[in-house]
Nanobody, 134 residues
């Protein structure tokens, strides 16, 4: 069983920064990849950034490249999303998700956007709201 807890959301003005944290608790499994996803009201879920646990390969959607950075601290079992130069278009509920199936992770890389928008990811956090005002 895998449990994820996100934190770090909030409200900022355009140009500001936030850092999201996702603490991953695994009782009897190892995660192969973790992703940050977001969904705004009336919009489809999209993958924002992803990282493989082993090796640390990272992936980003074009709209956040150069502004967001995903990283992990294995000792703390935590994955971070550093968000800089935030824009009103970044406003959404942000979720982290982790996967214990390497096949799902690898298939996701070949899918649409980052980790195929989280399709088939098994474990999800409760979400944290990010609001950026202009």
């Amino acid at each position: 069983q895998v449990q994820l807890v996100e934190s770090g959301g909030g409200s900022v003005q355009a140009g500001g920064s936030l850092r999201l944290s996702c603490t991953v608790s695994t009782a009897d499994a190892s995660t192969y990849c973790t992703g940050w996803f977001r969904q705004a009201p009336g919009e489809e879920r999209e993958g924002v950034a992803g990282i493989f646990t082993a090796g640390g390969s990272t992936y980003y959607i074009d709209s956040v490249k150069g502004r967001f950075t995903i990283s992990q601290d294995s000792a703390k079992n935590t994955v971070y999303l550093e968000m800089n130069s935030l824009e009103p278009e970044d406003t959404a509920m942000y979720y982290c998700a982790a996967e214990t199936s390497l096949r799902v992770c690898l298939t996701g890389v070949l899918g649409v956007g980052v980790f195929n928008r989280g399709a088939h990811f098994t474990y999800w956090g409760q979400g944290t709201q990010v609001t950026v005002s202009s």
